[in-house]
């Protein structure tokens, strides 16, 4: 172990004895992030498409992930920011890779388009989760900031159908003219139905922006037909 290391580890024991804390990830005592629980935060970057727009995100919605996620965003766990900022980071980087551009031109860096919370939301959190993580990601472009806007207060996406998730998204969304001729990475934290994702990108292009794909920490296991067909068979004894 390094000198800086033991120095890092007696800040963090001197912590626990001011400010006991438990991991967002699994509960052990006297760490915010265990090193176990950090392991599981390493980025495995996966590509797909969310809303028919390319997706790079780092992380599966589930088991430490899920739980240091929902810790960060509904209990004000932000000790876990950097953690999870450092997983965008790795999302973003593996999107501006893939980005192409016309034979001849400069491949400049992509411009970061946030998802805008709710007016409750932010009320409750008193944060932007993603524009947190963004934070901690260190990218060289910093997002422009209220590129997009709610048209309409929409409802907690959680517990909606896809279908369900598409309409209430459906026209709530609109872009900056400034995004006009950018070439934009939609930035969110988690990523399910893609519903979200597409409409950002609706509004976008709808201004003359042009949007190259999204960047998320998670992305919640799309499950095989056979596993959901059989949760909707168990789901009225459930």
Same mark, same amino acid.
């Given at each position: 172990m390094t000198s800086i290391s033991v120095l890092r580890e007696s800040v963090r024991d001197a912590a626990a004895v001011?400010?006991?804390?438990? /991991? $967002?990830? =699994?509960?052990?005592?006297d760490r915010?992030? /265990? $090193?176990? =629980?950090?392991?599981e935060l390493a980025p495995r970057v996966s590509a797909a498409t969310a809303g028919g727009v390319p997706l790079w995100s780092a992380l599966e919605y589930s088991g430490v992930a899920r739980r240091v996620l929902l810790a960060f965003k509904e209990s004000g766990r932000v000790d876990a920011a950097p953690a999870l900022g450092r997983a965008l980071r790795a999302a973003i980087v593996e999107a501006q890779r893939a980005s192409v551009v016309p034979a001849g031109r400069r491949a400049h860096a992509l411009l970061p388009v946030l998802i805008p919370s709710t007016a409750a939301a932010r009320r409750k959190r008193g944060f932007h989760p993603s524009g947190m993580m963004l934070a901690h990601a260190c990218i060289l472009v910093p997002p422009l900031w209220?590129?997009?806007?709610?048209?309409?207060?929409t409802d907690d996406q959680a517990g909606l159908s896809s279908a369900g998730r598409a309409a209430n998204r459906d026209g709530s969304l609109a872009a900056s003219g400034r995004l006009r001729g950018?070439?934009?990475?939609?930035?969110?934290?988690?990523?399910?139905s893609?519903?979200?994702?597409?409409?950002?990108?609706?509004?976008?292009?709808?201004?003359?922006g042009v949007v190259v794909g999204a960047a998320a920490v998670a992305r919640t296991p799309r499950r095989a037909p056979e596993e959901l067909s059989a949760r909707l068979r168990r789901a009225p004894s459930e």
């Open positions: 001011l400010l006991p804390v438990r /991991c $967002s990830g =699994c509960g052990e005592a915010s992030l /265990c $090193s176990a =629980c950090r392991r209220r590129a997009l806007r709610l048209t309409r207060q950018r070439r934009c990475l939609i930035v969110d934290d988690i990523v399910t893609g519903a979200t994702v597409a409409e950002a990108a609706r509004a976008i292009e709808a201004v003359g």
